[in-house]
Nanobody, 118 residues
Framework: QVQLVESGGGSVQAGDSLTLSCAASGRTFTIYSMGWFRQAPGNDRDLVASILRGGTPTYADSVKGRFTISIDNAKDTVFLQMNSLKPSDTGVYYC????????????WGQGTRVTVSS
């Protein structure tokens, strides 16, 4: 199993920036990809950005050009740099990992809340 601990959420104004961090521990050698998901009130948990161990990122259309995902393989930590934040970015952000042999993301952090005010 992989354990995940997120940090970096908070309350900001529209246009501000935040950086989220997610540190993995446990069987980290099984990690194939790490991702950030956002769950707004009343909505499903949606993928915001993901990155392979090799560094190839993908982004939801809503965050392209504003968010940057990066990974420090030596520290088993993934980051999400969020710039030009909008009120629609508000939600709980969860870090997830996709391990080799899995059909989907199979380990999750506890979530960190991001609130963007207009």
């Amino acid at each position: 199993q992989v354990q995940l601990v997120e940090s970096g959420g908070g309350s900001v104004q529209a246009g501000d920036s935040l950086t989220l961090s997610c540190a993995a521990s446990g069987r980290t050698f099984t990690i194939y990809s790490m991702g950030w998901f956002r769950q707004a009130p009343g909505n499903d948990r949606d993928l915001v950005a993901s990155i392979l161990r090799g560094g190839t990122p993908t982004y939801a259309d809503s965050v392209k050009g504003r968010f940057t995902i990066s990974i420090d393989n030596a520290k088993d930590t993934v980051f999400l740099q969020m710039n030009s934040l909008k009120p629609s970015d508000t939600g709980v952000y969860y870090c997830g990992v996709y391990t080799y042999g899995s059909a989907n993301y199979d380990s999750w952090g506890q979530g960190t809340r991001v609130t963007v005010s207009s």
